[in-house]
């Protein structure tokens, strides 16, 4: 791997795979870039910090701040300083979304009920949903922001205002309203190749539904889950999230406020 040396003023898009990171880079790189999407592939200008490290990618000639993707764990991204944004998503809706991801790109063959086992037991990379989760929520520092995917979906303009004051950016309504706009589901799906691993565009049907940016919805997984694994995952919700204020509020998982 490549030496990293990080910066002050680093901003990190941190998440657990499948939890809106990619939406909330292109929402970041809006703030400090504009127009949008001039590049050949997001991860050009916000890379991945886990691939451009084994890639051996030279990360000291980008444009400050830097905006860096990762899926690392809290301890190691803590330690590097610079500004955290964490992006959490309903698990549930991870799991799914994560099947459909596994099965595109990484050929996964198994049925649904398998995975649901491999995932609440932290037999896929980057281990446990329910640890990363809780690592990043037990005390966030004054550098992290906690942003939850559902307020996103149902309130965007108010997470962006709070983007922006944790960001200490200062942009105009007509820039916020570019911002929201080209972050829209719509307009990544329709440029999916900008940002999906590869740079592929993969068109979402009945057999795989495998594209990058999937649907993007709320409660999807109640049309995987079956009542056992309903329980089940609320079950292990409680043994990991017992002591936080993180919960399940009108069926939807709410972590940190």
């Known amino acids: 791997m490549s030496p990293f040396t990080p910066r002050v003023d680093d901003i990190y898009i941190a998440s657990y795979p499948r939890s809106g990171t990619t939406w909330v880079q292109v929402i970041v790189y809006q703030i400090y870039n504009d127009p949008p999407y001039l590049f050949d592939h997001l991860s050009q200008v916000s890379p991945f910090l886990e691939v451009a490290l084994r890639q051996n990618d030279d990360l000291d000639g980008l444009t400050r701040p830097r ?20 992006v959490m998503r309903d698990g549930r809706d991870v799991l799914v979304s994560y099947y459909f991801f596994c099965k595109t790109y990484y050929g996964y063959r198994q049925s649904f009920n398998d995975f649901f086992e491999q995932f609440m037991s932290g037999r896929v990379q980057y281990g ?28 965007i303009n108010s997470c962006l205002d709070r983007i922006l004051r944790f960001l200490g950016a200062d942009v105009s309504r007509k820039e916020q309203a570019r911002i929201i706009a080209n972050s829209a589901f719509t307009a990544m799906r329709k440029e999916e ?12 049907n009945s057999e795989v539904d495998g594209a990058f940016i999937r649907q993007g919805r709320i409660g999807s997984w109640k049309e995987h889950f079956s009542a056992s694994q309903i329980q089940a995952f609320e079950e292990v919700t409680i043994k990991h999230f017992g002591n936080q204020k993180c919960h399940m509020v009108d069926d939807h998982f709410n972590c940190g406020g």
């Open 193 to 204: 190749h900008l940002f999906a691993p590869g740079g592929k565009n993969v068109p979402a």
């Open 67 to 86: 905006i860096i993707k990762t899926h690392l764990p809290q301890p190691y991204i803590s330690r590097l300083g610079g500004k955290q944004i964490y």
């Open 128 to 155: 446990s949903w329910f640890q990363h989760v809780a690592a990043w929520t037990a005390d966030p520092s004054d550098s992290t922001f906690l942003l939850r995917y559902e307020d996103l979906v149902v309130d």
